[in-house]
């Protein structure tokens, strides 16, 4: 089992930026993919941004030169950062973390965010 826990959602002026978290706890060890997918209303959920288990980032066109992603990796927990810079007001949607390990996806709750004036 994997547990997800994720922060940093909230609302933004289009060109601003936020920085999500997600923590992850359990077995860690068999972790091969973590990443950051989005899923606006009316939209299939699509993957933003993810980092496998060498360290190798796979990031959408749309988020190119806008968003990195990132992991910092402890004891008992791995956490993978999602830094959003130049937020435009299509990035708007709930993001959640993704983590898949053995065969199975885990997902985190799912936090909004809201690109708006």
């Known amino acids: 089992q994997v547990h997800l826990v994720e922060s940093g959602g909230g609302l933004v002026q289009p060109g601003g930026s936020l920085r999500l978290s997600c923590a992850a706890s359990?077995?860690?060890?068999?972790?091969?993919?973590m990443g950051w997918y989005r899923q606006a209303p009316g939209m299939e959920r699509e993957l933003v941004a993810g980092i496998n288990r060498g360290g190798s980032t796979n990031i959408a066109d749309s988020a190119k030169g806008r968003f990195t992603v990132s992991r910092d990796s402890a004891t008992n927990t791995v956490t993978v950062y999602l830094q959003m810079n130049s937020l435009k007001s299509e990035d708007t949607a709930v993001y959640l973390c993704?983590?898949?390990?053995?065969?199975?996806?885990?997902w985190g709750q799912g936090t909004q965010v809201t690109v708006s004036s």
């Open positions: 359990g077995r860690l060890f068999s972790i091969y993919f």
């Open positions: 993704g983590a898949y390990e053995t065969n199975t996806w885990y």
